[in-house]
Nanobody, 116 residues
Framework: QVQLVESGGGLVQAGGSLRLSCVAS????????MGWYRQAPGQPRRLVAL???????DYAGSVKGRFTISRDNAKNTVYLQMNSLKPEDTAVYYC??????????WGQGTQVTVSS
């Protein structure tokens, strides 16, 4: 089992920046990819950014060039640096760990609100 704890959400003005962090604990050696998803009210949860164990990253088109995902495997932590934030980035952001077994674990979510 893996536990994920997110931090770093908050309220920011449009054009501002936030950095989200997610620390994994437990059976972290079984984690393959780690990523960030977000869910706005009335919307499904969608992928924002993903970092696999071999260093490959992938981004949703709407955040490319503005968001950067990074992993510190020594600290079992994944980060999401969010720059040039827009009101449409407002959502609850969830950390995800995708296991080699194909199972998924989720954090509790952290609210990001971007005011115009």
């Amino acid at each position: 089992q893996v536990q994920l704890v997110e931090s770093g959400g908050g309220l920011v003005q449009a054009g501002g920046s936030l950095r989200l962090s997610c620390v994994a604990s437990g059976s972290t050696y079984t984690i393959n990819g780690m990523g960030w998803y977000r869910q706005a009210p009335g919307q499904p949860r969608r992928l924002v950014a993903l970092a696999t164990s071999d260093g490959t990253t992938d981004y949703a088109g709407s955040v490319k060039g503005r968001f950067t995902i990074s992993r510190d495997n020594a600290k079992n932590t994944v980060y999401l640096q969010m720059n040039s934030l827009k009101p449409e980035d407002t959502a609850v952001y969830y950390c995800n760990a995708h296991m080699w077994s194909k199972a998924d674990y989720w954090g509790q979510g952290t609210q990001v609100t971007v005011s115009s």
